[in-house]
């Protein structure tokens, strides 16, 4: 991190660019990940739930027949998990309902880093007037708690589409990342390399976006996962609350609907309860798992110790 | 602290009592120091007129606002004029739609400054200023007393983390604290009820919910206190447990990096006590980057309140804030907004007043670049 206060900043320096070119440095990473158990579960998790989720619809398909007259049915061999309120099935429902959280939590979190890299890479090399400016901004939408005011934003405005939920999310949610962000740069930009671009002149596009963000890469991609979990957390808790458009078939929207339906105090509903936040608390754990893991792995001070 | 900023601001004072040379020092320190609350004091304002302002144009001007939406709901729901449903907007909202924007604005901020927020639509006749201050006191009970309890745990497991790493305590709470974090509030909430409450029976829901049991009146007794924290519990259960597995690994983080610090083998080597390293030496030095989250994590949680408060039914500011959104009564909204961004600021203006008490560098740092 102090590269340039490090009495050692050779060691650190090193892997990047120039070691990590003979291996391919996804495979190397790949290989350490599913080497430690816990990202090696957080793999799967993650891996089995995106699986579920975009190929399960396909196969199952997207409309759910129901039988009103078979509210609440028990779990049964032909319907794993039972059948909810409106007989439809619980496991046909949780297939389906995956893909819009995915969707959701990826796209919120692609905005969210997009935004935090290229704020943050530009503020933390030019400094000055920009990153003063900046720097006030994130204090202040750090500043209103985010789903609060994700809730009062959706109140005001309808929200009606997921892809607008997504947005929403992922232009609130920037500022925390920009900011670490920007304190990486400010020490990757005293790098020799960063040097020898400057001196070959390639322009400051390049060297910020071709020299410095490459280099936080890891970084980057840890933040990225951070930012899909927070994302998920944000729009299923809408979901939940009623504020976010309660079309369509999603985790968040069963728990919201057996919440209203009062299906919290009928023993017969605990499927279609426990399912859904069964799979959200997976989805995180393996996200959180992966996390970690890579950070172990790609932050060597940590594993050091 | 606050105290002695004041005594300091006539620097001659300073000069005449005490060892010159060591008073000389003290006194500049403590202006820097001063200068240090005062930018802080004057940021946080900042952030708060902002936050206002933003509110302001929500309501007020972008397309579809409240304001519109109400006076078109008015005429078309009771057939009243124009003019009438203007004239309500206009006392719900305090504002007067006839006068100029930037007057409107003004007439807005002085409100605000005399804790004005207009009328709630939901319950004619309660400004929205008494209703936030009925609910708010419940909010920052029951989150502040499970902030600092989860802090409290969180320090401990983390140090001890720290000092046994690879041990069984490392592992499990690392374990744990990874699962629960992995569960959202809410859906720990939720849990809560229908595991516990509903399946096992182990919790009494239906007892548990709400502020206080009927006919238990707010006073100074034993009664009221251990009511109000009986009821609390559900709520405060939820946040502790999300929350106690990042403060525990935050605190080993820190731990970890002092432990291997300069200082503390030097203490070491001087053959101090142990248990004066590990708190004058590792724990004051560990405990800075936590202080610096707490503002941040104390945002989340009460953000997160709106979620577990309307699953327990404690009618605390986000119970509160769920219903005003439901029946939109956008004043309440607004003012909600407002207080309990108010409430994150000052939180933060907490933090870093504490932590720059602590940490000499902050303050000098600061006052440095500035």
């Known amino acids: 991190m102090t590269a340039t206060s490090s009495p050692v900043p050779d060691q650190q320096a090193v892997p990047t660019p120039a070691k990590s070119a003979g291996v391919s440095p996804l495979r190397r990473l790949f290989s350490e990940l599913t080497r430690s158990t816990s990202g090696f579960i957080g793999l799967c998790l993650v891996l089995a739930i995106v699986l579920l989720s975009v190929v399960g619809p396909m196969i199952v398909g997207t409309s759910v027949p129901g039988d009103p007259m078979r509210a609440w049915e028990a779990p049964s061999s032909d319907h794993w998990l039972g059948l909810e309120g409106a007989g439809k099935d619980t496991l046909h429902l949780l297939i389906i309902g995956g893909r819009t959280v995915l969707m959701v939590g990826f796209l919120a979190a692609t905005i969210t880093t997009v935004i935090a890299v290229a704020i943050g890479a530009l503020a933390g090399y030019f400094g000055g007037r920009f990153d003063a400016i900046m720097l006030q901004l994130t204090d202040i939408v750090m500043t209103v708690p985010q789903i609060v005011l994700l809730a009062v934003v959706g109140a005001f405005y309808k929200l009606d589409s997921p892809t607008l939920l997504a947005v929403i999310v992922g232009a609130l949610s920037w500022p925390v990342l920009m900011r670490s962000i920007r304190a990486q740069v400010l020490s990757l930009k005293e790098r020799e390399f960063v040097e020898a671009a400057q001196l070959l002149d390639v322009g400051w596009a390049r060297i910020v976006f071709g020299e410095i963000v490459p280099n936080m890469a890891s970084y980057i991609l840890i933040n990225f996962i951070i930012a899909v979990t927070n994302a998920i957390y944000a729009m299923v808790g809408l979901y939940l609350l009623g504020l976010a458009p309660q079309r369509g078939i999603n985790w968040g929207i069963m728990i919201n609907d057996a919440w209203t339906k009062g299906a919290m105090f009928n023993p017969d509903a605990m499927p279609y309860i426990i399912a859904p936040v069964t799979m959200i608390v997976l989805l995180q754990l393996g996200l959180i798992l992966l996390t970690r893991t890579l950070d172990e792995i790609l932050n060597p001070r940590l594993r050091d110790r | ?370």
């Open chain 2, 1 to 370: 602290m606050t105290a002695d900023a004041a005594t300091t601001d006539a620097p001659s004072g300073a000069e005449v009592t005490g060892p010159p040379q060591r008073r000389a020092g003290t006194s500049l320190g403590h202006r820097i120091y001063h200068s240090f609350v005062l930018r802080r004091l004057l940021r946080s304002a900042f952030v708060i007129w902002v936050v206002a302002t933003g509110v302001f144009l929500m309501v007020r001007l972008l397309p579809g606002n409240p304001v519109d939406v109400y006076i078109n709901q008015q005429i078309a729901l009771y057939g009243k004029s124009y003019e009438q449903a203007a004239a309500e907007a206009q006392n719900y909202f305090r504002f007067d739609p006839a006068t100029p924007m930037w007057r409107q604005y003004i007439d807005y901020l002085v409100g605000l400054l005399h804790g004005d927020m207009g009328t709630s639509i939901t319950t004619p006749g309660v400004t929205v200023t008494e209703k936030i201050a009925h609910y708010l006191p419940w909010t920052l009970y029951s989150v502040g007393l499970a902030l600092i309890i989860s802090i409290s745990i969180g320090l401990l497991l983390g140090m001890i983390m720290a000092y046994r790493r690879g041990g069984i305590i490392d592992h499990a709470v690392s374990i744990i604290g990874s699962g629960f974090h992995a569960i959202p509030n809410y859906l720990l909430a939720i849990l809560i009820v229908v595991v516990g409450a509903v399946q096992l029976g182990i919790i009494d829901y239906t007892r548990m919910r709400g502020n206080h049991s009927p006919g238990v009146s707010p006073e100074l007794s034993f009664r009221f206190l251990s009511d109000i924290g009986y009821h609390a519990t559900l709520p405060m259960i939820t946040y502790i447990l999300t929350t106690v597995g990042t403060w525990a690994l935050i605190m080993k983080a820190s731990t970890t990096q002092v432990l291997g610090e300069d200082y503390v083998t030097v203490a070491r080597a001087r053959g101090l006590k142990d248990a004066r390293i590990q708190t004058n030496y590792v724990g004051r030095n560990a405990l800075l980057p936590l202080i610096a989250q707490i503002a941040t994590q104390a945002g989340f949680i009460v953000g997160g309140a709106i979620f577990v408060e309307q699953t327990f039914s404690y009618e605390g500011v986000g119970l509160l804030l769920f219903e005003s959104i439901n029946t939109r009564d956008y004043p309440m909204i607004q003012g909600v907004l407002l207080v309990v961004t108010i409430t994150v600021v000052l939180a933060n203006l907490c933090a870093d007043l504490v932590n720059a008490a602590l940490d000499p560098r902050i303050r000098l740092g600061e006052g440095g670049a500035a």
